[in-house]
């Protein structure tokens, strides 16, 4: 294992050299415990992980591992122009694949030593760590995935006010600006009725003050949109899966959810009534216990 340095700025981020890449993380509660990784989605950096869900599944007996992806926060940021909407849309100009994002997560594990784990990833964090799963199954104990879909563009799709809304967004330029523009998104995407703007400020601001790059975004975005059809790979998968959705998500409807666990042998579904495309803290509880529920009927069986 290559020697963890840490993140001046950030003491409890240390980062991790793999892959010609370093990629910033944070560990929670004692390594010997089982391992529960957290995959964020497209743009988002690990802070979006709440501090009371890591250290509730601590409080569970697990060791809990969150990251920044490629292109996000602490971590490497890519050398490489980011795509235009066009290139996007027709799959051009892509930098690198879901493929080498789940390489990137399965190189931090290893990193830390860690063979066989928990694995739980939502948005495009789940597209990495169904990935990960059909690459490797035999080091995935269960698999939670939320919030997203298996790469068929005849599920999850978003609604088109979303479409409309993520066209004409612009970047912001300053820090105010990325709040203002954080609340803006979370209550076109979100759920109206847990909508916590003090929170979502808060957030926004640190992850303008860990980094602010948005071509980042841009090219995870372009490896979203490659992406294969997972479709019928899953429906080999034998890792316990737990399948969690709100019902009201506008980015990745239900849909993609529903076909995800009627895909995958055995996956267990969890619907939210009234739940959008975030984690707000009056839901954090709600996913960890989902989780916890999950992983406990697999130990008593």
């Given at each position: 294992m290559t020697d963890t340095v840490p993140f001046p700025a950030w003491p409890s981020v240390k980062v991790a050299p793999v892959r010609g890449i370093e990629l910033a993380y944070e560990t929670f509660g004692n390594n010997s415990d089982p391992t529960i990784l957290l995959v964020m989605g497209?743009?988002?950096?690990?802070?979006?992980?709440?501090?009371?869900?890591?250290?509730?599944?601590?409080?569970?007996?697990?060791h809990v591992v969150r990251f920044d992806n490629r292109d996000a926060g602490l971590s490497?940021?890519?050398?490489?122009?980011?795509?235009?909407?066009?290139?996007?849309?027709?799959?051009?100009?892509?930098?690198?694949s879901i493929d080498d994002m789940a390489a990137d997560a399965f190189a931090l594990?290893?990193?830390?030593?860690?063979?066989?784990?928990?694995?739980?990833?939502?948005?495009?964090g789940g597209f990495i760590s169904q990935t990960m799963t059909l690459n490797s199954p035999e080091r995935i104990k269960s698999l939670c995935l939320s919030m997203t879909s298996t790469g068929s563009k005849r599920v999850g799709r978003p609604t088109p006010n979303v479409i409309r809304q993520m066209a004409s967004a612009?970047?912001?330029?300053?820090?105010?600006?990325?709040?203002?523009?954080?609340?803006?998104?979370?209550?076109?995407l979100g759920t109206p009725s847990r909508l916590d703007e003090p929170r979502i400020r808060e957030l926004a601001g640190i992850a303008w003050d860990r980094n602010h790059d948005p071509a980042g975004r841009l090219r995870q975005l372009g490896a979203i949109m490659a992406q294969p059809d997972r479709t019928k790979a899953l429906r080999n998968l034998k890792?316990?899966?737990?399948?969690?959705?709100?019902?009201?998500?506008?980015?990745?409807?239900?849909?993609?959810?529903?076909?995800?666990?009627?895909?995958?042998?055995?996956?267990?579904?969890?619907?939210?009534?009234?739940?959008?495309?975030?984690?707000?803290?009056?839901?954090?509880?709600e996913l960890t216990d989902d989780m916890i529920r999950h992983i406990a009927a697999l130990n008593a069986g």
């Open positions: 497209l743009g988002t950096q690990m802070i979006a992980w709440p501090d009371e869900m890591c250290e509730a599944l601590v409080s569970e007996g697990f490497t940021f890519i050398d490489s122009p980011p795509p235009s909407i066009s290139d996007i849309v027709m799959r051009r100009k892509v930098a690198y594990v290893d990193h830390l030593g860690i063979d066989r784990f928990h694995l739980a990833g939502t948005s495009m612009k970047p912001p330029t300053n820090r105010q600006g990325a709040m203002d523009e954080a609340i803006e998104n979370w209550r076109f890792v316990p899966t737990l399948v969690v959705h709100g019902l009201e998500d506008p980015l990745v409807s239900v849909t993609g959810g529903l076909a995800l666990a009627k895909a995958i042998p055995g996956a267990t579904f969890i619907g939210h009534h009234g739940a959008g495309h975030d984690l707000p803290r009056s839901m954090w509880r």
